[in-house]
């Protein structure tokens, strides 16, 4: 009885984690219309955390440290986006967004690297990891 238990216990983790795995891969790239250069957006609430501001903060410098040539010129952008603000409701609705999130977005391409940024909101390298990966994964 007791092997049978544990058998159902680790059926039950696995096939959790399969679902878990299989939704998280569904939002990884979805396809929209926007532009085509690089945007990088990081929507929040007036109200935030620490930890939220570090998304915030780290997430521009690494934008602005990795791609300084490419701001400058225009193909590039960091936008933070204050979601309690009424003129920012059009482009939530526009790219699908209802809370916190950082996406990166190129042309029709999109990449919601929300928890990635969470994970590394206070290792400005990782963060830069994190953009770099999604910002190559959209000029692709």
Known sequence: MKKLMMFGFAFAMTFGSLLCNAQNNKKAATKIAVS?????YYFHFTRRCHTCESV??????????????QINSGAYSFKAINL????????????????QTL???SGNNKIDITSQGFMNAHNLEKMKEEI????DKVLM
């Open 103 to 105: 996406i990166v977005i």
């Open 132 to 135: 770099k990966k999604a910002v």
């Open 56 to 69: 915030e903060r780290n997430a521009k410098l690494a934008v602005e440290q990795l791609y300084a040539d």
């Open 36 to 40: 085509n250069k690089v945007e990088v």
């Open 84 to 99: 309690d603000d009424a003129d920012s409701k059009a482009i939530a609705e526009k790219l699908g967004v209802g809370g």
